[in-house]
């Protein structure tokens, strides 16, 4: 019942979120996935992570209506109930622990009743499907619906999330709240985030970032960007936390995931470079190594590391400029001919980033 095809692996490190989240906690949460569709994700949440006691799981009608009915009265036993339910407004059986969100599209219709059925300390889970927005494809539409101008090309979908992040943290800080992300991430056709909605205070790492000042990665624009989120995307010590579940449907890719997540959460840092993006900046034969380029920045005692957002590329807390020295000092690695008979190395010759 619970497989799905890709979507498959996003469930499963939901249910390793769940389980980390619960283990720092006393006694399960309550739970209200809001558009759960058929309930496959918030019911894997239950019966797999241990972290809720009970779990409401509501959609507004439609063909998944029965299924949904179905589903969650086999479970009734561990907690599960469901509901028609409008996600515009916060149910009776609030507040909850967990909160997961899940649109297609934008989430920002159900933001408010998400925020204002969340117990405090709660978590908070949500997903944005409409990158056309966010990523800047739509750019008048990006600061139409969420209030802040895009980043635009290859770094646009990390930007769209740091976008998302901003949207959270504001509607968070409406109720005299803040968020903590625990851990962000972009795959394929979306975005999500997962975090912590709790009190405090000092600075929120929420602002602009001005083309023409900026020494970081290439944003392929001198005019400023944002407003957006600007701090971690991950908690490094709820990372270390993180294991890939009994019930994973697919254990092997998940290990991978967590485990670059870890590798660029040493250098949690806006945006990343890209080995062609370098190579063409600097008039380079050849995109330089990835591995080289981080050992070496590394020796400079620059953090850094593989990022999950796309092969090849890499965060570093080096400045542009650092990153550019260290990349036209690396010698071009070419492979030699190989004997006769044999067949070696990337199919242009030179060694692949």
Do not use: Q
């Given at each position: 019942?619970?497989?799905?095809g890709a979507m498959a692996l996003d469930r499963d490190l939901h249910v390793a979120v769940a389980t980390a989240w619960a283990s720092g906690r006393g006694a399960p949460a309550s739970g209200w996935e809001m558009l759960a569709a058929t309930g496959v994700r918030g019911l894997r949440v239950?019966?797999?992570?241990?972290a809720l006691a009970r779990l409401l799981s509501t959609d507004s009608g439609g063909p998944a209506s029965a299924v949904l009915a179905a589903n969650t009265a086999r479970f009734a036993e561990c907690g599960a109930s469901s509901r028609r339910w409008d996600a515009r407004r916060p149910p009776p059986e609030g507040p909850?622990?967990?909160?997961?969100?899940?649109?297609?599209?934008s989430p920002l219709p159900f933001l408010d009743a998400a925020f204002d059925s969340l117990a405090p300390g709660g978590l908070l889970s949500v997903t944005a499907t409409d990158m056309i927005v966010l990523a800047g494809v739509d750019a008048e539409a990006t600061r139409r619906r969420y209030g802040a101008t895009p980043v635009r090309g290859r770094l646009g979908p990390e930007g769209g999330l740091r976008i998302l992040l901003r949207t959270l943290s504001d509607r968070s800080a409406a109720r005299g709240r803040r968020i903590h992300p625990l851990l962000a991430y972009l795959r394929d056709h979306y975005v999500r985030a997962y975090v912590v909605v709790r009190s405090g205070d000092g600075p929120i790492p929420v602002g602009e970032i001005e083309g023409d000042r900026w020494n970081g990665p290439p944003l392929g624009t001198r005019a400023p960007v944002g407003p957006m989120w600007l701090g971690p995307?991950?908690?490094?010590?709820?990372?270390?936390?993180l294991q890939v579940p009994p019930g994973a449907v697919h254990p092997g890719p998940l290990a991978a995931l967590l485990g670059r997540f870890r590798d660029e959460s040493v250098a949690d840092?806006?945006?990343?470079?890209?080995?062609?993006t370098i190579a063409k900046?600097?008039?380079?034969?050849?995109?330089p190594s990835t591995d080289r380029l981080i050992e070496a920045l590394r020796a400079r005692g620059h953090s850094s590391g593989r990022t999950h957002a796309r092969d090849g590329a890499f965060r570093t807390t080096a400045t542009r400029a650092d990153v550019y020295e260290v990349a036209t000092a690396l010698p071009?690695?070419?492979?030699?001919?190989?004997?006769?008979?044999?067949?070696?190395?990337?199919?242009?010759?030179?060694?692949?980033?």
């Open positions: 019942m619970f497989y799905n239950l019966v797999e992570s241990g909850f622990g967990h909160v997961d969100l899940d649109p297609f599209g995307l991950f908690d490094r010590a709820f990372l270390e936390r840092v806006p945006f990343y470079f890209e080995p062609n900046e600097n008039g380079l034969s050849a995109p071009v690695h070419v492979h030699r001919p190989s004997p006769a008979g044999t067949r070696t190395g990337s199919p242009s010759g030179v060694e692949a980033p």
